[in-house]
C-alpha cells in the first residue's frame, strides 16, 4: 500500500511539473521584449593575434546572451544533492543546465567594456517568446 501510493505521489508531482515546464507563464503581448546579457573576457580567449581574441570574446559574450534569454525563456533546470551523516554535511553538489529554441533574437548592442571584456545584449519580442513556450518544451524532459 505504501510502495502504491509512493508511485502515485511521484507520478502526481512529475506530470505537474511537466505542464508547468511546457508552457510557461504568457507575458502581456504588449510588454516590453526580453532581454539578455552576456559577458566575456577578452584575454583568456584562444587565439594568436589581438583582433582574434577580440573576435572570439565577442562570439562568446553573444552565446552567454543567448543562454540567458534561453533561461528566461525556457527555464533552467537545477539538480542539487546533499550529503550529510552524523549531523555533518559531507557533500554539496550543485548543477544546472539550461535546453531550449531561441529564435529571432536581435542583437541591441556589443560593446566593449574596458578594454577588457564585451558585453552583447540581446532581445527577443514577447509574441516570439510567447508562440516559443507555447510550441516547445525544454529538452531535458
Request: hydrophobic share 40%; glycine share 8%; net charge positive.
Amino acid at each position: 500500500m505504501k510502495r502504491l501510493f509512493a508511485v502515485i505521489l511521484t507520478g502526481a508531482l512529475a506530470g505537474g511539473c511537466t505542464s508547468a515546464m511546457e508552457s510557461g507563464p504568457r507575458l502581456s503581448a504588449d510588454g516590453p521584449p526580453l532581454r539578455g546579457i552576456g559577458y566575456a573576457t577578452i584575454s583568456i580567449q584562444p587565439g594568436s593575434t589581438a583582433q582574434q581574441k577580440q573576435l572570439m570574446a565577442i562570439r562568446a559574450s553573444r552565446l552567454a546572451a543567448m543562454r540567458e534569454l534561453a533561461e528566461r525563456i525556457h527555464g533552467l533546470q537545477v539538480e542539487s544533492n546533499t550529503s550529510i551523516g552524523e549531523g555533518r554535511v559531507y557533500s554539496d553538489n550543485l548543477r544546472a543546465s539550461v535546453a531550449g529554441i531561441v529564435r529571432n533574437a536581435r542583437v541591441v548592442s556589443i560593446t566593449p567594456v574596458r578594454n577588457a571584456l564585451y558585453e552583447t545584449i540581446l532581445e527577443v519580442d514577447v509574441a516570439e517568446v510567447n508562440a516559443l513556450r507555447s510550441s516547445s518544451r525544454p529538452l531535458w524532459q
